[in-house]
């Protein structure tokens, strides 16, 4: 009986609170991204963590820094079926140049779409449920084995995520966000310091690039989410939470 009690208690209780994220930011409050990476990636949350990645405009950096730390790590895409074929032609080369060996591709339930997107237009007029069939739930389903992920998310990115955590809880998770003071400098420099491949679209005005139908070219003194979702007041697509009290869910 004692036994099975412990049982349960290892698969029922969640890995991380919002209190170990909170107490995690504290920790590593004066640690540098690199430095912060290598303890955590090496140590504590090894073998029980992955990265998501967008294999967007600024992708390289978070993936280049793990990859100095662990080829291995899973490393998770989400191809919604929307995305550009060149954004799936720059996560293959990108992944080939860093080494990676565990690239893990999650696509949309046919089930679902089939009853709920059928003629794969709901981005139109149901945005938000989109993002649900194609990332919300895929995502789910690819980090199931984990019990914490990396995101590549920054603060400057949008008004939204301004004063970004380093560290959250997210469905029992922690979340990661080692780039979140991060700014495009710093992002550039990274880039030019170790020669690393740029998105083919960010040279034609794309400064944040996620699905073809959603995503269009910022103007200049626009910020980097502007073109995302342009014409809706969708900023995120609901695979980040709010990060102000009242604000929509978005990614
Ligand atoms: S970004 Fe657009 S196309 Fe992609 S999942 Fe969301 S609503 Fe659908």
Redesign the pocket.
């Known amino acids: 009986m004692a036994n099975a009690a412990r049982k349960l208690d290892l698969i029922d209780v969640a890995p991380f609170s919002p209190a170990d994220a909170a107490a995690m930011e504290a920790r590593y409050a004066e640690v540098g991204t690199r430095d912060m990476l290598d303890d955590l990636l090496t140590g504590e949350l090894k073998g029980r963590v992955a990265a998501v990645s967008s294999f967007g405009a600024e992708s390289a950096v978070l993936l280049h820094l793990i990859a100095q730390i662990d080829r291995d790590i899973p490393v998770i895409f989400l191809n ?1 079926q ?1 995305i550009f074929g060149e954004t799936l032609q720059y996560r293959d080369a990108l992944s080939e140049t860093l080494g990676f060996t565990d690239l893990r591709v999650f696509r949309p339930d046919p089930r679902l779409l089939a009853a709920k997107d059928a003629t794969g237009l ?2 139109n007029y149901d ?1 938000d449920g ?2 649900d ?3 919300v739930e895929p995502l789910r389903r690819a980090l199931a084995p984990f019990d914490a992920w990396v995101s590549g998310r920054k603060g400057f990115q949008a008004g939204t995520r301004d004063a970004l955590p380093r560290f959250e809880e997210d469905e029992g998770r922690l979340k990661l966000n080692p780039l979140a003071d991060w700014d495009k400098a710093a992002l550039d420099a990274y880039f030019a310091e170790h020669h690393l491949p740029r998105h083919p679209l960010e040279a034609e005005g794309y400064a944040s690039i ?2 073809a ?2 995503t269009s070219k910022v103007l200049p003194g626009e910020d980097p989410r502007a073109g995302r ?1 342009r014409g809706w007041e969708k900023v995120e ?1 609901g695979i980040h939470v709010p990060e102000k009290p009242g604000e929509e869910p978005v ?1």
């Open positions: 919604t929307k709901r981005w945005p989109c993002c069939l194609r990332k996620g699905c139908p959603c979702w697509c990614f």
